[in-house]
């Protein structure tokens, strides 16, 4: 099996304004599901997002970068994420994540990702969200991992 899964994931903003930039700090556990569950790595991630309201639901394009604590992998990564406030202090998320990782500077044998699952929003302040996640991945070439599943979590930080 490969090396090279990030669930990584970047999560989105609040009930700030309509129209955010943010910047995401999060981490993740990369478990393969190919032969069993496998420890593949803890990745932290750096996005940045934009999001923007439709309605009452809140959409956080976002991109970034990633890579393995402890490791020598790492890639880049693009997000949507569609949050819906359930409350003033919380809402529940929808997650849809692109992911390339690599190791080192080995592009040709990079690794790609589609994954997709829920998340959960706590709207500490205006300014901060903090966001548990959980995404099922699904490799899309020869040098990916089959499977994998992502539980981590997302802070995202109003920049503007």
Not at 3 to 30: F, H, P, R, T
Request: glycine residues 14%; negative net charge.
């Amino acid at each position: 099996m490969r090396w090279g899964v990030i669930a990584c994931v970047v999560m989105l903003a609040g009930s700030a304004s309509a129209q955010d930039w943010g910047l995401n700090v999060a981490g993740s556990e990369s478990l393969g599901l190919d032969d069993g569950v496998e420890h593949l790595g803890f990745y932290p991630c750096v996005v940045v997002s934009y999001t923007f309201k439709m309605g009452e639901v809140a959409i956080s394009p976002g991109l970034g970068v990633e890579w393995a604590a402890g490791g020598d992998f790492w890639g880049f990564m693009a997000t949507v994420a569609a949050d819906y406030p359930i409350t003033e202090s919380f809402g529940v998320d929808g997650i849809v994540a692109f992911v390339h990782d690599q190791r080192r500077g080995d592009w040709a044998h990079a690794g790609y990702y589609a994954g997709l699952g829920p998340g959960v929003s706590w709207f500490v302040t205006s300014r901060v969200t903090v966001t548990p996640n959980v995404l099922l991945f699904r490799g899309l070439n020869d040098d990916a991992a089959a499977w994998a599943l992502g539980p981590g979590v997302n802070i995202w930080v109003l920049l503007n």
